[in-house]
Every structure is written in structure tokens, then in C-alpha cells.
């Protein structure tokens, strides 16, 4: 349904495309991967027909409609309510529903037998037609729909389009390129102003969605659970993978052993080549051998290691003591005007424990962490810091404080004395700071750039409590899991905010929800979070029935004797329930079990063949050991992992059990 075909750009000295041809076939849910500058939205704006190249580069079929949305806001015209704007949607519709209107008052006018009649009965046919295969008749149903599960309430409605923010602006956007329900859906960074139940709700309508997609987003969840191929753009070329984010991941790194292996060979081959070259050089008798060699250097196509292979990691240092409770929160008020962003919020955090904060758009999260930070007064309650509590903290003005008049490297360096020069460049590096970018003055960098290093300055301020407001903002995929890394294994304790699942779900133990004025903990982690709501809101509590009352003079065994057999029967349902909670749980958990027994002895068979020097004469076999032993580690690691999660959920569902048991 469209192609790129040949597609090459080059900016200065750095080639963006180099001979690009791919293709979008119907149907497929494609994510758009590479580091940061690799030229994905160059890419996606060429596909929509926002940036234009040579005749012939792009093609597409006939009659099919695409919605780009990109990351810019575009500016809605005044006079317009939001639901208003959302109905431009159905534009075309409503313009043959407005000449349908005006054919039939003209029909109503004319007598049959004048000579335009027909013609005017033909066009009402048509007409009544094409709208019948439209979707104007439940088009208010649909705006409604769409509208609210991006965030919107049925109050805004009415509101003029453009007194929302930027962030709401964009909402608008994306919901107006859903209701057209285009052939081909190109979307950069739909995720980056949605709430969590935004993200979730996007996500259950895009899995529905029939037509083709191409996408691009940071948000590895959303990827995984929308994609069935990725493409891959690093270092001008495109890669096609099948499968979602996560098995792209497992392939590259198989087919990057291969290249790396190609590579080394090659650069073997190019060191000989030149140690000959430089060694008969001067020797006329060998002038036509140095000659034959060093064209034959000139025909070779240099092979070339993707940018994520210079894989960059840092770990924290070790937090500063402190005692066992780092925060208690107690009674806390907080209010604008008139409205109340939380009232009576009251909840403890211990050292090491790690606490997710998460809500829709405009719950109080960020007015929350300010306040934990010092940076604005709540309106009464306490927050008592524990002992030796150091608190560091990155919010999204932050970047606006940074010393213009300073490098990035000084920037850093002015921050935390006792780290060496190598370790600030590998923190810098892991935000995507490589090489001359660290001698770049602030004053020079985009909004993103000094986000990026406004968290990197956070992160090199020695504490033992870090608060961060949507860190991941402007970070890749890469560098999101460099961070991801070095917070699970932090042991200080830390309090964020992020809508990015993927990111914080491996490293909270605890999520902090704020709806309606009011905080509610679950004690686990974002996937805990989602399926214990998801299932509170799927199944409504039935509503508590009332006990008859007695008749006058009833025996009071008979009273008691009911009430028991009342007791055992509601005990009898709660186990029913408890089982068909963690029945599956269990399954799964002894399968993750089995696998394991299988795959550790499988893995020292492994380590003690790959540890004979002989082995390595068999550069094949070698290889291909190698490529068992890397994926049976991933496999591990990935079941372990699994295992953890749901003997995590099962203790969990255990301990809710006791406490109504209790109750």
C-alpha cells in the first residue's frame, strides 16, 4: 500500500539514508526503532507526504487515506468547542450531509415533471449512498468514546479548543485522526502526553485497529504489545525484523554476533594488508604487489558496527546512610483556587523502597513530588523526613536552571568532585553525550538536550532519596534502559513519576495512585497496579445484600446457626475465589520451574565446552555455541524474572485473602 523506493539523504557529512527501499504491506503494525537522530521522523514525515523528496522515491496505492500525527502541536483555528473540532473528523460526511439537505429542499420545490427533477433524484440517491457507508450516523457516539479514553471529561466538551495546553492539544490531534480511521496510521511519540490510562486505553483501541500503522515511541510496552514487525535505522540503512520490539532484540543481538565476527575478520584482514603495504613500500620489486593490495582495499565495503554497540553502563554510588523510615507523610492538603488537587493523603516510605506515582493528567502527581522536594508548601499536613535523608531531585524546569556559561562536562563536574573524569563521560554518555557533545556549552543545546543533562546532574548529586518527574521524556530506548538498570540496582530509595510502564516496572515495589483527590497503595509493582484495577473495575462489587430481620420470639440458635452456616459459606466462596486467582498463577510458576531445571544444566554443559581452547580451532561450532549459550541466558534471565513476578502476585493474593479472612 506504499513504498520507499531508493531513498538516500545526506546532511553535510553525515549520510541520514543510504539507498532505503521498504515496503508497508495492509494490515501490518510496524515500530520504527534507532537511536536518537537516526532519522525516524525524517522517515515518517517523508511517508506522510509532509517532507517531499524526487519523484519516484515514494508511492502509494490509490485511494488510500493516511493520519500522520507528528510531534509538533498544529494550532487549532479560534471559535471552535473541543467537540466541535473533534467533528472536523467527519468533515467529508458532513458536507454530503449538508448537499443531501439542500437536494432535498430542492426537491420539495420543484415538480416532478420539471426537467431537473431526475437529475436531482439521482444525486439524492448517491448521495444517501455514500453517507449510508460512512459513519455519521453514530458519529456523536464515536467523538464521546474516543474523546473521554484520551482524557478528556464530557465538561471540556464544550470548551473552546485552544484554551487547552499543549499536551491536551495533542490529545485532540491524535483523536481526530482516529475518528477518520485511516488505511495507514503514522504516528510519532503518541504516548508522550498520556496518563497511564490514556496509554492503556490508546493501546486495547489500536490492537483493534484494521489498517496499517507505523509508529515511533520510546514506551518499549507499547511497542511489545502493538507491533508484529520493526524496522531499524542505524547508520543510514533500514532493517527489517519480524516480530515485536522484544524479539527484534533477540534477533539483532543473534545477527550482530555474525557482523561483529564479519568485522573483526575484516579489520584482521585490512591490519595484514597494511603492515605488508607499509613494509614494501619503498621496494621496487614489490611496487606492483603494494599497488594490486591497496586497490584491492579501495573496492572492499567497509563494514560498519551499529551506534548500540558501544553499549554504555554506570551504576550509582552508594547512597548516604540514613535511618529506616526515609518519609512520612501524614494529612496532606493541597489546593488551587477552588480546587482541590489531594485531600487527607497520608503514606510512609522505607530506605531502599522505590514508589511509583501514578494518576490520569492533572491528579497532582507533579504537585505532589514538588512538595516532597521543598520546592512548594502544601496547604496543612506533615511530611517528616527521616534521619540523614538527602534528597535529589529532576523535574522538567530544572533544565531551565542550568549555567549557560558551562560545558556539559564542567556542568557535571561542578556538581559531585569525587567522580573521575571517565565516570562523568559514561554517565554523559549513557544521555546520549558522546565525544565532543561534552564540550558543548549549555547556552548551544535544544530543550531536550538540557532535559537530558538536568537528569544526568541529578543523578551525580550524591543522595539517599532521589524524586523524579517523567525522567524518560527525552531519552531512547537505549539510554532509558541504561537508567532502568542503574535504579534496580540502587540502594538508596526512590519516588517517580512515569508513564512509561516498561521503564519503572522492573525497579518499583510500591505504586502510589492518586484519583479523585486521594491516594491509594498497592504494594507491588506497575503490572500488580494495572491487574489489580483492571479486575476491580471488570467485576463491579455486587451490591451487599440485606439480612432479613427476624421474626419476633425466633430462637436465638436458630439465629446463630444460620449466621454460622452464612460464615462457612461465605468462607467456602472466598477460597473458590482465592483458588481461581492463583490456580493459574501456580501453573505458571511450576512451568517456569521445570524450565529452569532444564536450562541450568543445559548452561554448564555449555560454560565447560566453551572453556576447552580446542574448541576455538572450530570457528563454526564455536559460533555456534556461542549463540546457544547468549540466547539460553536471555531465556534464563527472562524466566527468572517471570517467576519472581507471578510468586509476587501470588503472595500477594494470599495476604489480601488472610486480611478478609480477618475482617
Not at 549549555?442 to 530543550?447: D, E, I, Q, Y
Amino acid at each position: 500500500m506504499l513504498a520507499i523506493n531508493q531513498l538516500s539523504i545526506q546532511f553535510g557529512s553525515k549520510q541520514l539514508f543510504k539507498n532505503v527501499s521498504v515496503r508497508v504491506h495492509p494490515g501490518e503494525k510496524i515500530g520504527l526503532v534507532g537511536v536518537n537522530g537516526a532519522g525516524k521522523s525524517t522517515l515518517l514525515k517523508i511517508m506522510a507526504g509532509v517532507k517531499h523528496v524526487d519523484d519516484g522515491i515514494l508511492a502509494r496505492s490509490k485511494n488510500i487515506s493516511v493520519g500522520y500525527l507528528p510531534q509538533e502541536i498544529t494550532a487549532f483555528p479560534p471559535g471552535r468547542t473541543l467537540f466541535q473540532e473533534a467533528e472536523t473528523a467527519f468533515a467529508e460526511a458532513l458536507s454530503l450531509q449538508k448537499e443531501l439537505d439542500q437536494v432535498n429542499q430542492d426537491l420539495g420545490r420543484i415538480p416532478p415533471e420539471d426537467p431537473g427533477f431526475a437529475d436531482l433524484l439521482h444525486r439524492q440517491g448517491d448521495l444517501q449512498h455514500r453517507l449510508d457507508q460512512s459513519d455519521i450516523f453514530t458519529m456523536e457516539s464515536q467523538i464521546e468514546r474516543i474523546l473521554l479514553g484520551l482524557g478528556f471529561s464530557q465538561s471540556d466538551f464544550s470548551k473552546d479548543s485552544i484554551s487547552f495546553s499543549g499536551g491536551w492539544l495533542m490529545r485532540l490531534m491524535l483523536a481526530k485522526i482516529l475518528l477518520a480511521k485511516p488505511d495507514l496510521l503514522l504516528l510519532d511519540e503518541p504516548t508522550n502526553h498520556l496518563d497511564i490510562e490514556s496509554l492503556t486505553w490508546l493501546e486495547e483501541f489500536l490492537q483493534n485497529h484494521r489498517g496499517a500503522m507505523v509508529m515511533i515511541s520510546h514506551d518499549r510496552s507499547f511497542l511489545d504489545n502493538l507491533t508484529t514487525v520493526t524496522w531499524e535505522i542505524s547508520l543510514g540503512e533500514l532493517t527489517v525484523y519480524k516480530g515485536n520490539y522484544s524479539k527484534y532484540l533477540v534477533d539483532k543481538a543473534n545477527r550482530m554476533i555474525i557482523k561483529r565476527a564479519a568485522y573483526e575478520n575484516q579489520q584482521a584482514m585490512i591490519d595484514q594488508t597494511m603492515k605488508f603495504v607499509d613494509r614494501f613500500r619503498s621496494k621496487a620489486s614489490k611496487a606492483t604487489q603494494v599497488q594490486s593490495r591497496l586497490k584491492q582495499l579501495e573496492k572492499i565495503e567497509l563494514i560498519e558496527l551499529d551506534e548500540t554497540e558501544n553499549s554504555i553502563a554506570f551504576r550509582f554510588p552508594p547512597s548516604p546512610p540514613s535511618g529506616r523510615t526515609m518519609l512520612e507523610i501524614e494529612g496532606l492538603h493541597k489546593q488551587f483556587g477552588e480546587q482541590p488537587v489531594f485531600n487527607n493523603l497520608s503514606f510512609s516510605l522505607q530506605r531502599g523502597e522505590k514508589l511509583a506515582v501514578l494518576g490520569v493528567n492533572g491528579a497532582g502527581k507533579s504537585t505532589l513530588v514538588k512538595i516532597l522536594a521543598g520546592l512548594i508548601p502544601p496547604d496543612s499536613g506533615t511530611i517528616r523526613k527521616g534521619h540523614n535523608v538527602a534528597i535529589s531531585y529532576f523535574g522538567q524546569h530544572q533544565a531551565q536552571e542550568l549555567d549557560p556559561r558551562f560545558t556539559v562536562l564542567e556542568t557535571l563536574s561542578h556538581v559531585n568532585n569525587e567522580m573521575s573524569v571517565t565516570q562523568t563521560r559514561s554517565l554523559l554518555g549513557a544521555f546520549l553525550f558522546r565525544g565532543d557533545d561534552v564540550d558543548k556549552k549549555v547556552a548551544v543545546l535544544s530543550g531536550g538536550e538540557k532535559s537530558r543533562v538536568a537528569l544526568a546532574k541529578m543523578i551525580a548529586t550524591p543522595a539517599n532519596l532521589l524524586i523524579l518527574d517523567e525522567p524518560t521524556n527525552h531519552l531512547d530506548i537505549q539510554s532509558q534502559e541504561v537508567l532502568q538498570e542503574a535504579m534496580r540496582q540502587y540502594d538508596g530509595s526512590i519516588i517517580v513519576v512515569s508513564h512509561n510502564r516498561y521503564f519503572a516496572n522492573s525497579f518499583v515495589s510500591k505504586v502510589l495512585e492518586i484519583k479523585n483527590s486521594h491516594g491509594t497503595i498497592f504494594d507491588g509493582n506497575i503490572d500488580y497496579y494495572l491487574h489489580k484495577t483492571h479486575a476491580e473495575s471488570a467485576a463491579a462489587p455486587p451490591k451487599s445484600a440485606v439480612a432479613p430481620k427476624s421474626k419476633p420470639g425466633a430462637p436465638v440458635q436458630e439465629k446463630q446457626t444460620k449466621k454460622g452456616k452464612e460464615s462457612r459459606k461465605l468462607q467456602a466462596e472466598m477460597r473458590q475465589q482465592k483458588n481461581r486467582e492463583i490456580g493459574p498463577l501456580k501453573k505458571n510458576v511450576e512451568r517456569y520451574e521445570q524450565e529452569i531445571d532444564q536450562l541450568e544444566p543445559r548452561k554448564s554443559q555449555l560454560e565447560q565446552a566453551m572453556a576447552d581452547p580446542e574448541l576455538y580451532k572450530d570457528q563454526d561450532r564455536f559460533a555456534e555455541l556461542n549463540n546457544e549459550y547468549t540466547a539460553l541466558g536471555r531465556k534464563l534471565k527472562k524466566t527468572y524474572a517471570d517467576w519472581e513476578q507471578d510468586q509476587a502476585k501470588i503472595e500477594a493474593i494470599e495476604a489480601r485473602f488472610a486480611e478478609e479472612c480477618e475482617e
